[in-house]
């Protein structure tokens, strides 16, 4: 991690809560074993790759605001950034300070800290919200569900993940993970 440039303090705190978080452009085969697999990060770099593809699909060259709800680390902003050929107006809004203080010192966009279930923005704002592997960790969906819709623009795209039909061991994340998966959905739920 500190040979991808990370101080020892963010390569520290990387691997202490490498369970909850990750910075999928960070690392080397090296430490595959101790941070992430070379298989995790790359499906999480291809999420926004998509949806890097998506704005581009929908919106071309123009300026949009957007909002990832759930930024991490903030290296989405980075992968959007570099792939999407339209002009990306970024924001990300993330529960934890650790992981703000991170993105705002590698990945330079704006990051606000915020609960998913109580979105600190005015309503019909945002032209585009994308939200990867975060509804599964979210205590009340309806709610997260609602936020998203006050915050978006009668026009807006959503694009957003979440695992489909994995057997998640939620007992043991729970012991584990500050921010563990609460549900598992199959693929009519998420329909």
């Given at each position: 991690l500190m040979l991808s440039g990370r101080s020892y303090h963010d390569a520290k705190w990387l691997l202490k809560n490498k369970s909850d978080r990750q910075d999928a452009l960070v690392s080397s085969a090296s430490t595959w074993d101790t941070y992430h697999g070379s298989i995790s990060r790359k499906s999480h770099q291809d999420r926004y790759k998509f949806a890097a593809e998506m704005?581009?699909?929908?919106?071309?060259?123009?300026?949009?605001?957007?909002?990832?709800?759930?930024?991490?680390?903030?290296y989405g902003s980075k992968i959007?950034?570099?792939?999407?050929?339209?002009?990306?107006?970024?924001?990300?809004?993330?529960?934890s300070s650790s992981a703000i203080r991170y993105s705002q010192k590698y990945y330079p966009s704006e990051y606000i800290q915020g609960n998913v279930e109580f979105l600190p923005f005015k309503n019909n704002t945002f032209e585009t919200i994308i939200s990867l592997e975060t509804m599964e960790h979210i205590p009340n969906i309806d709610k997260y569900f609602e936020e998203l819709r006050?915050?978006?623009?009668?026009?807006?795209?959503?694009?957003?993940?979440?695992?489909?039909?994995?057997?998640?061991?939620?007992?043991?994340?729970?012991?584990?993970?500050?921010?563990?998966?609460?549900?598992?959905?199959?693929?009519?739920?998420?329909?």
């Open positions: 704005l581009d699909d929908c919106f071309g060259s123009e300026q949009i605001d957007v909002l990832d709800v759930a930024s991490g680390t903030g959007l950034e570099d792939e999407s050929d339209t002009s990306i107006n970024y924001h990300g809004c993330e529960i006050r915050v978006s623009t009668k026009q807006s795209k959503l694009i957003i993940s979440t695992p489909c039909d994995e057997n998640l061991d939620f007992e043991n994340e729970a012991a584990k993970k500050e921010y563990p998966h609460r549900h598992s959905f199959n693929f009519e739920e998420i329909k």
